[in-house]
């Protein structure tokens, strides 16, 4: 089973600031089969990046993924007041997924 | 718009089963896969398994082979997951999303309660 580890666990900064959260795959991941969700309070996962790279619909573009193999990031380019919750990354392999233990971005 | 509606919060006890339902509009319920995670208060997101509606072929994760079972009936676009033999760490809320590679949309969840 392929385990992701995302960092940092939490992430203090203002409104405005550049966030930049970490996914790593303890072996190589298909870009394709890389994604990002945002959770809020009380609510459901929401998708925001698939393909490692490609936003989901209505996603703003502040928010951007990169990366290959086994290192993907989400970078948030300036934070918003919406956009402080938790993010996970998950990973599709054999009929698999795994996701990982989520980055909390805070407001500091 | 695409949708999926899940049913209510339940209260089980130790040993009961559950079977949530999860229902799909707006959309082919048999063209996409459905999927199952659940989240414990507090924690992440935990993979339960997923399903064809359209073959009704299934894959659980291990930690829930041999206690889940996804199920769907295609004639009302509802997919349902039923888990048995329930312990107090299976206290989560549960979620159905859709799709394949990753998962969108997700259903609102379902809290399911183990308590005696």
């Known amino acids: 089973e392929i385990v992701l580890t995302q960092s940092p666990g939490t992430l203090s900064l203002s409104p405005g600031e550049r966030a930049t959260l970490s996914c790593r795959a303890s072996?190589?991941?298909?870009?394709?089969?890389l994604a990002w969700y945002q959770q809020k309070p009380g609510q459901a996962p929401r998708l925001l990046i698939y393909?490692?790279?490609s936003r989901a619909a209505g996603i703003a573009d502040r928010f951007s993924g990169s990366g290959s193999g086994t290192d993907f990031t989400l970078t948030i380019s300036r934070l918003e007041p919406e956009d402080f919750a938790v993010y996970y990354c998950?990973?599709?392999?054999?009929?698999?997924?795994?996701f990982g233990q989520g980055t909390k971005v805070e407001i500091k | 718009q695409v949708q999926l509606v899940q049913s209510g919060a339940e209260v089980k006890k130790p040993g009961a089963s559950v079977k949530v339902s999860c229902k799909a509009s707006?959309?082919?319920?048999?063209?996409?896969?459905i999927n199952w995670v659940r989240q414990a208060t507090g924690q992440g997101l935990e993979w339960m398994g997923w399903?064809?509606?359209?073959?009704?072929?299934?894959g659980y994760a291990q930690k829930f082979q041999g206690r889940v079972i996804m199920t769907r009936n295609t004639s009302i676009s509802t997919a349902y997951m039923e888990l048995s033999s329930l312990r107090s760490e299976d206290t989560a809320v549960y979620y159905c999303?859709?799709?394949?590679?990753?998962?969108?949309?997700w259903g609102q969840g379902t809290l399911v309660t183990v308590s005696s």
């Open positions: 707006g959309y082919s319920f048999t063209s996409y896969d």
């Open positions: 072996q190589s991941v298909s870009s394709s089969y």
């Open positions: 399903m064809n509606p359209n073959s009704g072929n299934t």
């Open positions: 999303a859709r799709g394949k590679a990753w998962f969108h949309p």
């Open positions: 393909g490692a790279s």
């Open positions: 998950q990973q599709y392999g054999s009929s698999r997924w795994t």
